[in-house]
Nanobody, 121 residues
């Protein structure tokens, strides 16, 4: 039983910054990957950033150099530092974890409810 809750979203001016947090409650036997998706009205959901268990990161081209994904040592919180924000970054941001809930069980995905990020002057 794992739940994810995002926080840190809000309204920010272009060029500003926000730090999103995703706190996971419960336990996961093994986290394979975690990251962030976003979706703006009328747009497809897109992968923003992903962090694999070996530390490998992947970013959407549109956010490279501006966003940074990380996690804490306890592996129960994932962050998305967003700098130099643009109006095009406006979207609902969703945290996800791809992991194994217990030994001998298949890996599965976990999702947070999302947090709104609005970049506007």
């Amino acid at each position: 039983q794992v739940q994810l809750v995002e926080s840190g979203g809000g309204l920010v001016q272009p060029g500003g910054f926000l730090r999103l947090s995703c706190a996971a409650s419960g336990t996961i036997f093994r986290i394979n990957s975690m990251g962030w998706y976003r979706q703006a009205p009328g747009n497809q959901r897109e992968l923003v950033a992903a962090l694999s268990s070996d530390g490998t990161t992947n970013y959407a081209d549109s956010v490279k150099g501006r966003f940074t994904i990380s996690r804490d040592n306890a592996e129960n919180t994932v962050y998305l530092q967003m700098n130099s924000l643009k109006p095009e970054d406006t979207a609902v941001y969703y945290c996800y974890i791809w992991g194994r809930p217990a030994p001998f069980r298949n890996s599965r995905d976990y999702w947070g409810p999302g947090t709104q990020v609005t970049v506007s002057s």
